[in-house]
């Protein structure tokens, strides 16, 4: 399989490609983002890998454009821009997933098979999931009509829970993505926050979304 790497810094460039080519994959490599985007339209890529703070264009503006084109490689950020808000802009951008920098190799090759196992699938701006509908782009909620107060928090967590809706999502992963922050056990934050978030998506109404897992995490299951 080929990967495109679109990253600045020449060290860590070398370092992914070193790293990828070990393990099977052909690596192409840009340090900017033109040049980066003119490969994406020469050559056909399994994985594009990007960085957002780059020379000349930016990693938004690159997803925007192959996206806005109908390109629909998958694409995963790697970057050092590690806030919640940068990671949700990423995902409803059309990103398959985002890692922070710094990072461990193990946990990137992970997530590279992952995303090429899932394939070049894009999620819908808005996301409809029984009588829930959620707008990824203007970052709204409603049930069976009625709009949602969700702060940021409930949106970036409920959001995570509907594109992988029918799959259990792990404690550990809601805390990365939602918080940015290394799961602890011994902190319920979690927990507290999806009690929150059922009060206002799933107490009002009869039917009841979000499911837990016990032991492993929280689910939106649609039966």
């Given at each position: 399989?080929?990967?495109?790497?679109?990253?600045?810094?020449s060290?860590?460039?070398?370092?992914l490609k070193?790293?990828?080519?070990?393990?099977?994959?052909?690596?192409?490599?840009?340090?900017?983002?033109?040049g980066?985007?003119?490969?994406?339209?020469?050559?056909?890529?399994?994985?594009?890998?990007?960085?957002?703070?780059?020379?000349?264009?930016?990693?938004w503006?690159?997803?925007?454009e192959?996206?806005?084109?109908?390109?629909?490689t998958?694409?995963?950020?790697?970057?050092?821009?590690?806030s919640?808000?940068?990671?949700?802009?990423?995902?409803?951008l059309?990103?398959?997933?985002y890692?922070?920098?710094p990072?461990?190799?193990?946990e990137?090759?992970?997530?590279?098979r992952?995303v090429?196992r899932r394939?070049?699938?894009?999620?819908p701006?808005?996301?409809?999931i029984a009588?829930l509908?959620?707008?990824?782009?203007?970052?709204?909620?409603?049930?069976?009509?009625?709009?949602?107060d969700?702060?940021?928090?409930?949106?970036?967590l409920?959001?995570?829970?509907?594109?992988r809706c029918?799959?259990?999502?792990?404690?550990?992963?809601?805390a990365?993505q939602?918080?940015?922050?290394?799961?602890?056990?011994?902190?319920?934050?979690?927990?507290?926050?999806?009690?929150?978030?059922?009060?206002?998506?799933d107490?009002?109404f009869?039917?009841k979304l979000?499911?837990?897992?016990r032991?492993?995490?929280y689910?939106?299951?649609?039966?």
């Amino acid at each position: 399989m080929r990967i495109l790497i679109v990253e600045d810094e020449s060290k860590a460039a070398a370092y992914l490609k070193k790293g990828l080519s070990e393990n099977g994959f052909v690596v192409d490599t840009s340090s900017e983002g033109d040049g980066g985007l003119a490969l994406m339209e020469k050559n056909e890529y399994a994985l594009v890998i990007l960085d957002v703070m780059l020379p000349g264009r930016d990693g938004w503006d690159i997803l925007s454009e192959i996206r806005r084109r109908g390109i629909a490689t998958p694409v995963l950020f790697l970057t050092a821009k590690d806030s919640v808000q940068d990671r949700v802009k990423g995902l409803d951008l059309g990103a398959d997933d985002y890692l922070v920098k710094p990072f461990a190799f193990s946990e990137l090759l992970a997530r590279v098979r992952t995303v090429l196992r899932r394939g070049p699938v894009r999620q819908p701006d808005i996301l409809n999931i029984a009588d829930l509908e959620i707008d990824l782009l203007r970052h709204r909620a409603a049930r069976q009509g009625t709009k949602l107060d969700l702060t940021p928090k409930e949106f970036s967590l409920l959001a995570l829970l509907a594109r992988r809706c029918g799959e259990v999502v792990s404690r550990a992963l809601i805390a990365d993505q939602v918080w940015g922050m290394n799961f602890d056990s011994d902190t319920n934050v979690v927990d507290v926050a999806v009690r929150r978030l059922r009060r206002k998506v799933d107490d009002p109404f009869e039917k009841k979304l979000i499911q837990t897992v016990r032991g492993v995490g929280y689910m939106i299951e649609n039966d």
